[in-house]
Structures are given as structure tokens and as C-alpha cells.
């Protein structure tokens, strides 16, 4: 079964401090993994995603992760958060197979609070 | 480009009354739909997905059902709504691998009252 945990409940930060926020799935099919962030009463947006290649993806407003297999991780950073970057941030795995059709098993969500 | 609309944003209704909310979506042809339910601190949970008209598959048992009357369309429904169906309510629509991504609408904030 596939499984999404996210370490951190809450993760507080200084303006222009770098960041990571950390996630590790558990899947025992082919791995599609994403984060989305998710501002007050609003749907989610992506963030970036991991499908194939290069284990470095990088995505909007400066975000990046790495996809590490053998750790089963997909860290997200930001080397210098602003006052904006306040959300909640969700890390997925996207299953396909096994009568799964794209279902989205996502971490139970990390708030990022930016303080000045 | 694709657009997902979702409404209506918020609804208060009461305990025993029936529910229905809609989503669709724009440029796009025979999607993969899903319905997702966020409660406060449970996260975000499946409920419904469908890969064509009239199919649909549940996650969880529930007092909710989900209807796809056209190719664009999807329907959250109940008949009885209960204190706790309270959330956030998400449809989303996917494409599949290997340029697989999901979609999300505004989202519906439900209160159960």
C-alpha cells in the first residue's frame, strides 16, 4: 500500500531563511510524487513534480526537491522563504494500477509560518 | 487550456438536508475526476473518482455518492447530510502517466450546522 507521511506539522522560519520542509512516501509501484501548496479556503496548487529523470526538479516561487529512492524522500527547500511562502504544503504520490486511476495519497501537510 | 470550476464556494447547511455540488471542467475530453474531502486535522482524503460517464468508484464508506451525468461533469451528492460531512471539498481531474498531473478547483467549504 502506498503511504505519505509528512515529519513536520508545523515548521516556523525567519524571512529570507532557507527552508526544507520533509517528506517520505512508501509505494510498491512506479512512483509519481508532487507537492502542492494550499493557501487559506483555496484549492491546491503544484508546486512541482517528480515523474522520471533527473532527481533534482525544481518548481514555482523558487521551490525545488529531491526525489532519493533509496531513502524514499522528496524533501522540498527554499534557500530564502518570503512573508509570502505562508501556506500549507502537501506532498503526494499519484497511483496508477492495481485499480488505482491517478488516486492522490497525500501527507497530512506541513504549515510553513514565515515571520519578519 | 483547462479550467476546473467548482461551486459553490461556501454552504452552510443543516443537519438532515440534501446536498449537491458541481464541478467542471473546460478543454479537456474524458478526464479522470476526483472528489477529495479535507477535514480539519485528518488531511486530504479520496472520496469519489470516476474515469468515464457513469462510473464511479468509492474510497470509503460514507453518506455521500458521486454521479457522472456527462464526460465534464461530476456530482458530490447526499441526501442526508450529517454534522460530520463539515469540510473542504476539492475536485480535481488528472492526466495520465507519463506526464501525469492533477488539477484542482477552488474548492467548496461545507458547514454542517
Known amino acids: 500500500a502506498q503511504s505519505v507521511t509528512q515529519l513536520d506539522s508545523q515548521v516556523p522560519v525567519f524571512e529570507e531563511a532557507p527552508v526544507e520542509l520533509r517528506c517520505n512516501y512508501s509505494?510498491?509501484?512506479?512512483?509519481?510524487l508532487f507537492w502542492y501548496v494550499q493557501y487559506p479556503n483555496q484549492g491546491l496548487q503544484l508546486l512541482l513534480k517528480?515523474?522520471?529523470?533527473s532527481t533534482l526538479v525544481k518548481g514555482i516561487n523558487g521551490f525545488e526537491a529531491e526525489f532519493n529512492k533509496s531513502q524514499t524522500s522528496f524533501h522540498l527547500r527554499k534557500p530564502s522563504v518570503h512573508i509570502s511562502d505562508t501556506a500549507e504544503y502537501f506532498c503526494a504520490v499519484s497511483v496508477w494500477g492495481g485499480g488505482s486511476q491517478g488516486n492522490l495519497i497525500f501527507g497530512k501537510g506541513t504549515k510553513l509560518s514565515v515571520k519578519p | 487550456s483547462q479550467t476546473i470550476h467548482q461551486w459553490p464556494a461556501t454552504l452552510v447547511q443543516p443537519v438532515g438536508s440534501p446536498l449537491s455540488l458541481e464541478c467542471t471542467v473546460e478543454g479537456t475530453s474524458n478526464p479522470n475526476l476526483y472528489w477529495y474531502r479535507q477535514a480539519a486535522g485528518r488531511g486530504l482524503q479520496l472520496l469519489f473518482y470516476s474515469v468515464g460517464i457513469g462510473q464511479i468508484s468509492s474510497e470509503v464508506p460514507q453518506n455521500l455518492s458521486a454521479s457522472r451525468p456527462q464526460d465534464r461533469q461530476f456530482i458530490l451528492s447526499s441526501k442526508k447530510l450529517l454534522l460530520s460531512d463539515s469540510g473542504f471539498y476539492l475536485c480535481a481531474w488528472a492526466t495520465g502517466p507519463p506526464n501525469t498531473e492533477a488539477f484542482f478547483g477552488q474548492g467548496t467549504r461545507l458547514t454542517v450546522v
Open positions: 517528480y515523474l522520471s529523470g
Open positions: 509505494s510498491s509501484v512506479s512512483v509519481y
